[in-house]
Structure formats: C-alpha cells, structure tokens
C-alpha cells in the first residue's frame, strides 16, 4: 500500500475561527453533568459547547459532505449529510447511520424510539433508532402539500403536525400512518411552527409576517402578531415561567413579545449581523441561546428593566474569510487575523477560548456603539488590507495600525485593550483618488512609516497620532510610481522604500530629503516581506519570481523562480533559514535560502491568500480563498527526523493535501466500522544490553532503609501497648507484601510427597528452601523476583534467619551469596544487589569470617562487584571532567 502524499515540512494540524453556520444548533440537557450542551455545524464537523463556561468540549468526525440540518435527544445528536443521517454519541463517537433517502434531508425530528426525516423529494421516513431500519415512508404531492415545517405537539401520543408552504397544515398519525386532520391555514406559507407551553396550543409563523398562536384542539386562533422586522426564521418560548415569546428575523433582529398584553415587550435591533438561524430559551433558567451565519453564538439573560435580555456569553469568528493573517506575539501563540467584513480578531493558537474580537473599523466607533441601526452602519470602514503590529510599548499606546481599501487614510488600534484606537493617521495633503499601499511599525513601536499610491512615503507618531514628515524633497515624492513597500530595520537607523519604478531607495531615518543610496531592480515588484533579525529583504516580483537582498551589503543574494501565478504572501521563518510563498496556482512553497533551492510544495484546494511563520516555528497560518477559517499547519521537523533536499517542480508529482479541519485526522465514516488499532502498547524489555547496568523498577523505600531498620523501628514505635484481643479470630496465613496474598507453599511444597513431614521440624523458612533448591545460576531468578515482594522488614528476617544459630544453615548463606554474585555479574537490579549484600554483611560478619567457604564466595562477589563499580565510575568522571572542561571555556 502506497503512502499518501504529502508535504515534507507542513502537516495539516487545526483550522480557528469557526463558530456556526446556516443550521440551527441543538441544545440538549445532559443530567449527569448538570449542564446544557450546545452543537453547532461548522461545515463537514459540529462543536460541543457548554453553556456555564462557553468553552469548546469536543468536534465531531468529518462527514462526507456539509451538514444540512440537526436535531438531538437525550442520548444521541443527529447530523443530516447529503442523503445519510448519523446518530453521534458524546460529540464524536459515531453510533449509527441511516440510510435509504434519495435526495438531501432538511428536517430532523427525534420522536421516541423513531427517527423522523423529510428530503428535498417532500417524502417522510421514520427510521428506528437501535435497528436502523426504516418503519415507515410516506410521500407528498409537492405542488399540495410541500412540506416546510415539522413539529410534535405534547400530549398528541403518535402525532405530528407538519406545515407546508402551500400554508397549509396537517396532523399525522405515524404509527397508523394515516391522516388525522388538516388545517386549511392562511394562505401563506408556514415558516416555523413550535408548540407553546400551553396544552394545544402551537405558535405558527408565516412568510408575511404573521405570528398565530393557534389552538389545534379547536381548530381557533388565539392570538395574532404582527412581525415587521423581515420574515421570522425562529421562534421559542420562555420556559421559566414568564409568558414571553421571542422570535429572530431573517435580518438578524429579536423581538420580545408579551402573550398577557399581547404587545411588544422589548427587541435587540442587529442582535447578529445576518439571518438568525437558531433561537432557544432554555428551560428554568433566564437564558436565551442564538445562533447564526454571521459565525457567532450568543446567550442573552434576561434581566432588563423592561423586560428584554442583554449579551451575556459570545463565542464568535469572522463572518466573511479573512485576507490576513499575521502573528503579533514572540510566544507565537496569538494571531491578527483581518476579514472582509471590516473586523480584526485575535485567535489563540492553544485554546479558542482566549479568541477575542476588536471590533469592526468605524469612522466614529463611539457613535457606531451607541446608535443601534436597523439598517447599514455606513461608519464601518472598508476592509483591512495591510496590517503592521509592534508590542513593545503596548502597554502605553496603540500597538497595531492598519490600511483600509481605497483609502489613504490608516487606522491605529490597541491589542492590550481589545478595540480600535482613537487615531486616524492622515497626511496633511493629499489628492483625490489617492490611497495607502503599504506600512510598517518601527521596532520600538513609536513610528508607523506609510507608503503611497502616488509615490509619497508619510511617518507618523503611533502614541499621539501626530504627522512627523515625509520622505523625499519638497512637494516630490519618495518614487515615481506606487509604494509597493516599505520597511524599517532594527535599529532604527534605515528606511527602504520600494516603488513601481524599479527601484530601491535606502533612506536614513532621520535625514530623509534623499536617499543615501539607490538600486534598480530588474523585475517590477509587488509586495515585500523583510526579516529584520538577519537584514534579509524579499520581494515578491510581478514575473512570479522572489528577488532576495542582503540590506547591509545592498545586493541581491538570491533569487527563486518556481511560481506560475501571482503570488499572494511571503514569510521568513524565525531563523531566516526559510522564505515560505503562496501563490494563486494554489500551492504553499517552501524555499531553503542558504542552499538557494525549492525544499517544499504542495497543493491546498484554495488559493492561499495570507500566511504567517510563527515566531517559534511551531506552526504556518494561512488563509484561503472562501474559507471562513485560520489554518494552522504543523512544522514536522519539531518532532521528527527529516532530510530536505532540492525539488526540481517540473519532475516531481506535487502533492495535494487537504485543508486541516477542526481536530487530528479521523477515520472516515464509511470505514468507521473497522477502526485501525496501530501497533501494539510499546513495552520497555527488563535490560536494553548486558553491557549497560539497569536498575530496578522498585521503589526506593524497599531498599534504601534496609541498614537503618532499627531506627526506622524505634520512630514509628508506638506510644502505647498494642492490646491483644481476648480471643483472637481464625485466619489464613499471608505473605508480608503491600498486596493481600495468602501462604500456600505448604501444599506446594508437601503435594507431591506421600511422607508428610510436619512442620514443626523444619527450620529453614520457604525463601530458604527456595535458595537452596537452586543448582545453577539461571534459577535464582524466581529468588529474586520473591524478594521484589516483601517489605523491608521481611527482607531483614529473611536474611537473619539464615544464621546457624538462628536455624539456617552454611549452605542457605552461600546460595544467597551467589544469588547476589548472579545480580552483579547480570548487571541487572544493580541497586537490589547492592543493597541486599550489605544487610548481609551487616547481620552474617562473625559467620563470615569464621567460614572458608563463604570467604571463597564472598571474593568473587567482590570481583564482580569491583568490576561492576569501576566500569560505572570511569563513565561518570569522564562526563565530570567534560562538562567542567566546557564551564571552564
């Protein structure tokens, strides 16, 4: 099986910034939890959110194709993807699948133990939930009844009450599959219907804006509203006790609705700047949810004098694709991401939850706050299109200024304090049709250089907004033709200016009537990226080429040609080692510059239009043409071992690699059946290699503290007298050992004989028969691992009671002995055996000495040991005296 393609420096990691989508979310009360969860779609996957925190819990498996609608129960959340639906568990564990539509499915109802669906083909089907089989399937005449709305009514058991767009409603007995009645509406077509905590009563709305509270029972009108903030797309009511209904319009507007007075409570004018697509109030609790495809979820509480509800909780993205992205932090781990919606976000690499919205570019953002405007703010500002960010002085001032489309004018904003600032930078003249192309903020963070379609070069103070000059002589500007970039290096000390005329203008900082010096260029530049660290300058050439100069020495030092469209982005790694590109032949390539040579490329699906290096290196973001989404690609040489080396474009098959999604890479759901385990859990063997000594895995109170038991003894002495009971319970005998084991080597031991010698006759214990029965030396093994298992106390009985006086025998001492000599000569439980021999020095000197026998085996025990430390201590003074001979450098 051939491996799948893919990029040798970048793997697909997690996309930021997707909140929501068209479909409306599902909110479920998990009991054991005590919380409300709240799943949203996001395209192919759908987020879990908890409502006490708003934090992200779990993202789904990827579904074939977007999801198209949702609905959930107390055990499952269903997903509809194209003609499939998926019954998912916990958020990301798929449970079942149901098959049999022939077309796309835009309703989900769970009603018991069934499942019910509607298609775009107007037919019904109801799955069962544990079989996955279909029970029934019911079609409809499209041009009668064309069914738009499904709901069931509490207290109808089996019934369902489904509309159409005809304005037409029926009730159905799905277990009798038979037509119960049919309302002959108001000639309208039923956007939603959902029952009200009343018993028959069901609130309908239709696409002229009619709201009716009707009575199913009696076939009567309750009540009627009247909605002229557009269509209404979503409707609930509040299940704490208050008789409020609250509806969402296709125009993003809530409206509160009192059902005692019949009136308008209260209304949020531009609660979301698009259709709200889900609207929930949740149950015994002041909280409303709201969803929709603007990319945000909000809850409101309800806690305003009039009776309305305020923004509580916001978790939100950019509600059209961003066009920039830029890292604004050392750490890496914060993005600037801008979008054509006029906003600028700040996305966290390690956690959504830190995600923050500066706000929307407004001429008077203080007036565009206050003034709650149905219609369009015609303060926003027009989309960001060049971002520049210092964080030296963000504490003090504006850190961040940004470039707006067709404008000449740059907007300044505040990273430490999360909104626009107050700055408009403008120069004092300028003519009509002239507009901003490009900027850079110093590295001390008090000046912004901006450049200009007419050729000026302006600089401005970032603390106070005041103009501070222009390049070039009076009246003239800085080129002949538009800035295409401007950059400023670390100091301070330089300014480099490059135009539409082919040059290159190096300018002092402070004298900046001429340029000290000027370079022409042979290709037209577009954009230009400069690393100021290494006083690298690349420009992106209009030919698809990339142009590389060295500031200091003022010459070109490399140049890369490789690209078939026009580039859009480029980017220096942190160590100047890489000049990542992107293009609009939708690939990402990756250029090494010490070798001159293209190392990486791959193709994405979209054409990557931004992308940023992280700071650390960890991570490349990118964004891409229609995609909502920051993309964040993994740097594979941070935790693998990979050798680039030149690609010759034209002779390899370039790789293309999917977008990331929301989580790691997940089996897909047609192969979900047979989950591919890997290999086996990875076990450590007891000794790598003879010649290394290995320590063993036990604990170091086993034996540390086997010299200074007495002491041990005498502190945990207790105070008082152990009070023996007066008649002592029957027991089994145990092993000492932190486990509960029982002592059963007398039936070992005594099973296979037909003498039974009793017990009170021996004087060896069962270890010491253990070692003595050992004839060579691979069987004092299992002595050993016997050892391993009793405490320390036991360990120093054990040892005692070999002493001849004490009933042990010569021989039991010169088997221990050689069991220790084993150890050492091993290299294995180096420590043990250390450890061991020394107790039994201790305890057994008198005997020792007294016996030939034990002194023949205690020398070669001293040999194996002598070895054993020697080879030990010549490697570690040898490590010593290097890193004292490195210290000393």
Same mark, same amino acid.
């Given at each position: 099986?051939?491996?799948?393609?893919?990029?040798?420096?970048?793997?697909?990691?997690?996309?930021?910034?997707?909140?929501?989508?068209?479909?409306?979310?599902?909110?479920?009360?998990?009991?054991?939890?005590?919380?409300?969860?709240?799943?949203?779609?996001?395209?192919?996957?759908?987020?879990?959110?908890?409502?006490?925190?708003?934090?992200?819990?779990?993202?789904?498996?990827?579904?074939?194709?977007?999801?198209?609608?949702?609905?959930?129960?107390?055990?499952?959340?269903?997903?509809?993807?194209?003609?499939?639906?998926?019954?998912?568990?916990?958020?990301?564990?798929?449970?079942?699948?149901?098959?049999?539509?022939?077309?796309?499915?835009?309703?989900?109802?769970?009603?018991?133990?069934?499942?019910?669906?509607?298609?775009?083909?107007?037919?019904?089907?109801?799955?069962?939930?544990?079989?996955?089989?279909?029970?029934?399937?019911?079609?409809?005449?499209?041009?009668?009844?064309?069914?738009?709305?499904?709901?069931?009514?509490?207290?109808?058991?089996?019934?369902?009450?489904?509309?159409?767009?005809?304005?037409?409603?029926?009730?159905?007995?799905?277990?009798?599959?038979?037509?119960?009645?049919?309302?002959?509406?108001?000639?309208?077509?039923?956007?939603?219907?959902?029952?009200?905590?009343?018993?028959?009563?069901?609130?309908?709305?239709?696409?002229?804006?009619?709201?009716?509270?009707?009575?199913?029972?009696?076939?009567?009108?309750?009540?009627?509203?009247?909605?002229?903030?557009?269509?209404?797309?979503?409707?609930?009511?509040?299940?704490?006790?208050?008789?409020?209904?609250?509806?969402?319009?296709?125009?993003?507007?809530?409206?509160?609705?009192?059902?005692?007075?019949?009136?308008?409570?209260?209304?949020?004018?531009?609660?979301?700047?698009?259709?709200?697509?889900?609207?929930?109030?949740?149950?015994?609790?002041?909280?409303?949810?709201?969803?929709?495809?603007?990319?945000?979820?909000?809850?409101?509480?309800?806690?305003?004098?009039?009776?309305?509800?305020?923004?509580?909780?916001?978790?939100?993205?950019?509600?059209?694709?961003?066009?920039?992205?830029?890292?604004?932090?050392?750490?890496?781990?914060?993005?600037?991401?801008?979008?054509?919606?006029?906003?600028?976000?700040?996305?966290?690499?390690?956690?959504?939850?830190?995600?923050?919205?500066?706000?929307?570019?407004?001429?008077?953002?203080?007036?565009?706050?206050?003034?709650?405007?149905?219609?369009?703010?015609?303060?926003?500002?027009?989309?960001?299109?060049?971002?520049?960010?210092?964080?030296?002085?963000?504490?003090?001032?504006?850190?961040?200024?940004?470039?707006?489309?067709?404008?000449?004018?740059?907007?300044?904003?505040?990273?430490?304090?999360?909104?626009?600032?107050?700055?408009?930078?403008?120069?004092?003249?300028?003519?009509?049709?002239?507009?901003?192309?490009?900027?850079?903020?110093?590295?001390?963070?008090?000046?912004?250089?901006?450049?200009?379609?007419?050729?000026?070069?302006?600089?401005?103070?970032?603390?106070?907004?005041?103009?501070?000059?222009?390049?070039?002589?009076?009246?003239?500007?800085?080129?002949?033709?538009?800035?295409?970039?401007?950059?400023?290096?670390?100091?301070?000390?330089?300014?480099?200016?490059?135009?539409?005329?082919?040059?290159?203008?190096?300018?002092?900082?402070?004298?900046?009537?001429?340029?000290?010096?000027?370079?022409?260029?042979?290709?037209?530049?577009?954009?230009?990226?400069?690393?100021?660290?290494?006083?690298?300058?690349?420009?992106?050439?209009?030919?698809?080429?990339?142009?590389?100069?060295?500031?200091?020495?003022?010459?070109?030092?490399?140049?890369?040609?490789?690209?078939?469209?026009?580039?859009?982005?480029?980017?220096?790694?942190?160590?100047?080692?890489?000049?990542?590109?992107?293009?609009?032949?939708?690939?990402?390539?990756?250029?090494?510059?010490?070798?001159?040579?293209?190392?990486?490329?791959?193709?994405?699906?979209?054409?990557?239009?931004?992308?940023?290096?992280?700071?650390?290196?960890?991570?490349?973001?990118?964004?891409?043409?229609?995609?909502?989404?920051?993309?964040?690609?993994?740097?594979?040489?941070?935790?693998?071992?990979?050798?680039?080396?030149?690609?010759?474009?034209?002779?390899?098959?370039?790789? !293309? %690699? @999917?977008?990331?999604?929301?989580?790691?890479?997940?089996? #897909? $759901?047609?192969?979900? +059946?047979?989950?591919?385990? /890997?290999?086996?859990?990875?076990?450590?063997?007891?000794?790598?290699?003879?010649?290394?000594?290995?320590?063993?895995?036990?604990?170091?109170?086993?034996?540390?503290?086997?010299?200074?038991?007495?002491?041990?003894?005498?502190?945990?002495?207790?105070?008082?007298?152990?009070?023996?009971?007066?008649?002592?319970?029957?027991?089994?005998?145990?092993?000492?050992?932190?486990?509960?084991?029982?002592?059963?080597?007398?039936?070992?031991?005594?099973?296979?004989?037909?003498?039974?010698?009793?017990?009170?006759?021996?004087?060896?214990?069962?270890?010491?028969?253990?070692?003595?029965?050992?004839?060579?030396?691979?069987?004092?093994?299992?002595?050993?691992? !016997? %050892? @391993?298992?009793?405490?320390?106390?036991?360990?120093?009985? #054990? $040892?005692?009671?070999? +002493?001849?006086?004490?009933? /042990?025998?010569?021989?039991?001492?010169?088997?221990?002995?050689?069991?220790?000599?084993?150890?050492?000569?091993?290299?294995?439980?180096?420590?043990?055996?250390?450890?061991?021999?020394?107790?039994?020095?201790?305890?057994?000197?008198?005997?020792?000495?007294?016996?030939?026998?034990?002194?023949?085996?205690?020398?070669?025990?001293?040999?194996?040991?002598?070895?054993?430390?020697?080879?030990?201590?010549?490697?570690?003074?040898?490590?010593?005296?290097?890193?004292?001979?490195?210290?000393?450098?």
């Amino acid at each position: 099986m051939s491996a799948k393609p893919s990029s040798q420096i970048f793997a697909g990691s997690r996309v930021l910034g997707y909140v929501s989508t068209h479909v409306p979310f599902v909110a479920r009360f998990i009991k054991r939890r005590g919380e409300t969860l709240l799943c949203t779609s996001v395209g192919k996957w759908f987020h879990t959110y908890g409502c006490d925190k708003f934090r992200l819990l779990s993202i789904s498996g990827e579904h074939p194709g977007p999801i198209t609608c949702m609905s959930g129960d107390n055990f499952h959340v269903y997903t509809a993807s194209e003609n499939d639906i998926y019954a998912w568990r916990r958020g990301c564990e798929l449970k079942h699948v149901y098959k049999g539509h022939q077309a796309p499915i835009h309703k989900i109802l769970p009603f018991g133990i069934h499942l019910i669906s509607i298609d775009k083909n107007n037919v019904l089907k109801i799955f069962d939930i544990k079989e996955e089989t279909e029970f029934l399937e019911l079609g409809f005449d499209e041009k009668d009844f064309k069914i738009s709305t499904i709901c069931h009514p509490p207290t109808y058991l089996n019934k369902i009450l489904l509309g159409s767009q005809q304005g037409k409603l029926q009730i159905w007995n799905v277990r009798t599959s038979k037509l119960v009645y049919t309302f002959d509406g108001w000639k309208s077509p039923v956007t939603v219907t959902e029952p009200a905590p009343a018993v028959d009563v069901v609130a309908i709305a239709l696409a002229n804006g009619k709201i009716i509270l009707h009575n199913l029972r009696y076939n009567e009108k309750v009540m009627e509203f009247v909605h002229d903030w557009g269509k209404v797309s979503c409707l609930s009511f509040r299940l704490d006790g208050i008789p409020v209904m609250v509806t969402g319009s296709t125009k993003g507007h809530i409206v509160m609705w009192n059902l005692e007075e019949k009136k308008v409570m209260s209304q949020i004018q531009s609660a979301h700047s698009s259709r709200v697509a889900g609207l929930q109030c949740l149950a015994s609790e002041p909280l409303m949810v709201t969803n929709s495809q603007d990319n945000s979820l909000k809850m409101w509480i309800f806690d305003m004098p009039d009776g309305g509800a305020r923004l509580l909780k916001i978790r939100e993205g950019l509600s059209r694709p961003p066009n920039l992205v830029r890292h604004c932090e050392p750490t890496g781990e914060n993005l600037l991401a801008a979008g054509r919606d006029s906003s600028l976000h700040i996305m966290n690499t390690v956690t959504e939850t830190f995600n923050k919205s500066m706000g929307r570019a407004s001429h008077n953002r203080k007036a565009s706050k206050k003034k709650k405007r149905i219609e369009v703010d015609y303060l926003v500002l027009p989309p960001i299109t060049k971002l520049s960010s210092c964080m030296q002085r963000d504490k003090q001032w504006d850190s961040i200024a940004s470039l707006h489309d067709g404008m000449y004018m740059a907007t300044t904003w505040s990273y430490n304090r999360i909104f626009m600032g107050e700055h408009k930078l403008k120069p004092p003249e300028m003519d009509k049709g002239v507009q901003a192309t490009c900027l850079t903020v110093t590295h001390c963070g008090n000046f912004v250089v901006i450049g200009y379609s007419n050729g000026q070069v302006h600089k401005f103070n970032m603390q106070s907004g005041i103009y501070r000059g222009f390049y070039g002589k009076e009246k003239k500007a800085a080129h002949k033709g538009a800035i295409r970039g401007v950059e400023t290096d670390l100091c301070n000390q330089r300014v480099f200016t490059v135009g539409a005329d082919d040059k290159i203008k190096f300018w002092y900082f402070k004298l900046a009537t001429s340029p000290f010096h000027i370079m022409k260029l042979e290709e037209s530049v577009n954009s230009t990226k400069y690393h100021r660290e290494s006083g690298l300058l690349a420009l992106a050439n209009e030919d698809f080429t990339i142009t590389l100069i060295d500031v200091d020495t003022m010459k070109v030092v490399r140049k890369f040609d490789g690209h078939i469209g026009k580039i859009n982005d480029i980017d220096f790694d942190c160590q100047s080692r890489w000049l990542v590109s992107s293009s609009m032949d939708c690939t990402i390539c990756t250029w090494d510059i010490p070798s001159a040579q293209l190392v990486d490329i791959f193709y994405v699906e979209q054409p990557c239009t931004s992308l940023s290096m992280s700071p650390t290196g960890d991570y490349l973001a990118t964004t891409h043409v229609g995609e909502l989404g920051v993309f964040l690609w993994a740097n594979k040489l941070l935790y693998e071992r990979i050798f680039l080396k030149g690609i010759d474009r034209s002779a390899v098959d370039i790789p !293309k %690699l @999917k977008l990331p999604n929301s989580t790691i890479e997940k089996p #897909e $759901i047609e192969d979900i +059946g047979i989950i591919d385990l /890997g290999e086996p859990e990875y076990k450590s063997p007891e000794q790598i290699s003879r010649e290394l000594i290995t320590l063993s895995d036990q604990p170091t109170s086993r034996w540390l503290n086997l010299l200074n038991l007495d002491i041990v003894k005498m502190r945990n002495k207790p105070k008082t007298a152990i009070t023996v009971p007066k008649s002592a319970p029957f027991f089994l005998p145990t092993i000492p050992s932190l486990e509960l084991e029982f002592d059963l080597e007398k039936d070992k031991e005594n099973g296979d004989r037909k003498l039974l010698i009793p017990e009170s006759l021996s004087t060896l214990s069962p270890f010491a028969k253990r070692l003595v029965a050992c004839n060579n030396p691979e069987e004092y093994g299992p002595c050993v691992d !016997k %050892l @391993k298992t009793l405490s320390p106390a036991a360990i120093e009985a #054990e $040892i005692i009671s070999m +002493g001849v006086d004490a009933g /042990g025998s010569i021989e039991v001492m010169e088997h221990f002995l050689s069991m220790v000599g084993c150890m050492l000569k091993t290299n294995r439980d180096f420590e043990l055996a250390q450890s061991y021999l020394s107790l039994f020095l201790k305890t057994h000197t008198k005997a020792i000495s007294q016996s030939k026998e034990l002194l023949n085996v205690l020398e070669s025990v001293e040999e194996a040991a002598t070895e054993t430390w020697s080879r030990l201590q010549a490697h570690l003074m040898y490590n010593i005296c290097v890193v004292k001979a490195l210290k000393d450098m």
